[in-house]
């Protein structure tokens, strides 16, 4: 399955050199891998090693058990997705361009990063509380951002809706649902099916003029 490397979700150093080992990279990559296919409870950290091409024992090594694997990998898929959000919403343009270009960038990413998506987005449950919170405090942060864009396109007239969380929490879930259904059997690109979403969220926003 085509899907961002794990790698692109984690800074480098100055210079380009990575951030983390390689091993750690082919642990976190085999993490996800096993985690998007079995699902946390059912997968061990015997699944992870061995598709990581390490024995069990090279895995404490890095990470302690796969909790602290799973909110890794969830810390790290919520904050590239905030900052996505982030560099949308501050962008260049009236209310409606930026959120089209917001809706657009959010798709993608969770259809071309799926597998990503699907982990950090699906396993919640399963994060320990102290990582919960921290992600939570993450998917908030994205709430308020894509509420702020909206409230300005409501008072600049280009929105109308009834509740801006509401509908603020209605944009991020069409976007976060791609990664549970999207594949390569796709009938449209990722990019592609941005664009569409993007019009589609226009709408729901009723914003003037949005195709119909």
């Known amino acids: 399955m085509t899907s961002t490397p794990i790698a692109d979700l984690w800074p480098t150093l100055p210079g380009g050199a990575d951030a983390r080992p390689e091993a750690a990279y082919r642990l976190l990559q085999a993490a996800v891998e096993s985690f998007a296919e079995r699902g946390f409870h059912a997968t061990t950290t015997r699944d992870i090693a061995t598709a990581a091409g390490m024995s069990p024992a090279a895995l404490y090594i890095h990470y302690p058990s796969k ?16 900052e996505l959000v982030r560099t949308a919403a501050a962008g260049e343009g009236d209310p409606v361009t930026r959120m089209r270009c ?49 409230e300005a396109g409501v008072t600049a007239g280009a929105f109308e809706v009834a509740e801006v969380r ?47």
């Open 67 to 82: 909790a602290a694997l799973l909110a890794e990998i969830s810390r790290a898929g919520h904050a590239a997705t905030l």
């Open 102 to 150: 917001l809706v657009e960038e959010f798709t993608t990413w969770h259809a071309r990063a799926r597998t990503v998506g699907r982990v950090v987005n699906y396993e919640l449950h399963a994060l320990p509380q102290d990582a919960y919170g921290v992600v939570a405090a993450l998917r908030l942060d994205i709430e308020r951002e894509v509420s702020a864009l909206i």
């Open 166 to 212: 509401t509908a603020a929490r209605a944009v991020t879930s069409l976007g976060i649902d791609v990664s549970r259904w999207y594949t390569d059997r796709s009938s449209e690109t990722p990019q592609e099916l941005g664009r569409r979403y993007g019009e589609l969220v226009l709408r729901m926003l009723g914003a003037p003029g949005a195709a119909r």
